[in-house]
């Protein structure tokens, strides 16, 4: 039973910001743990920057906090974000002209592939059926049954 706790405890995501990234303020720590939680590590991709243990989120978390202590708002602190890295650092990017690919491509995908295995079933089903006997043929069929019958 210890050995399943263990495993599961260790299996459990760990939280990335690690002690030395911690600011000393709770309330800009708090504001800090806030605005990363939204925030995504451009290597994970599908990770936000609290959860991910990769160097670039280490220094994402840590410019946040950087920018937090000099006073910016936290919409300020986000768009210093979004200057240097582009809108994909948001788990959330907003949604414009230039943020389509991110909003609709995967939708696309998705669509392009059940696009092209219906196209394949329907081509298979087409090519499977064979034509229908003319009624000359199926004449044929009928003496040809007669004959070798019983």
């Avoid at 890295?85 to 939708?107: I, K």
């Avoid at 392009?112 to 009624?135: D, F, K």
Wanted: proline share 7%; net charge negative; aromatic share 4%.
């Amino acid at each position: 039973m210890r050995v399943l706790l263990l495993l599961l405890l260790l299996a459990a995501p760990a939280m990335a910001v690690l002690p030395d990234e911690r600011l000393a303020d709770p309330a800009l720590e708090a504001r800090a743990r806030a605005i990363s939680h939204d925030l995504r590590c451009v290597v994970c991709q599908n990770e936000s920057v609290d959860d991910s243990n990769a160097p670039l989120a280490r220094d994402i978390r840590l410019l946040l906090r950087e920018r937090i202590v000099a006073g910016d708002t936290d919409d300020q602190a986000v768009q210093f974000l979004v200057a240097r890295y582009g809108d994909f650092v948001l788990l959330r990017p907003p949604l414009r002209a230039d943020t389509w690919l991110l909003w609709f491509g995967p939708f696309a995908v998705l669509a392009l592939g059940a696009g092209a295995i219906l196209l394949t079933l329907r081509r298979r089903a087409a090519i499977a059926a064979p034509p229908p006997l003319s009624a000359e043929e199926q004449a044929r069929l009928d003496r040809l049954m007669r004959e070798d019958g019983p």
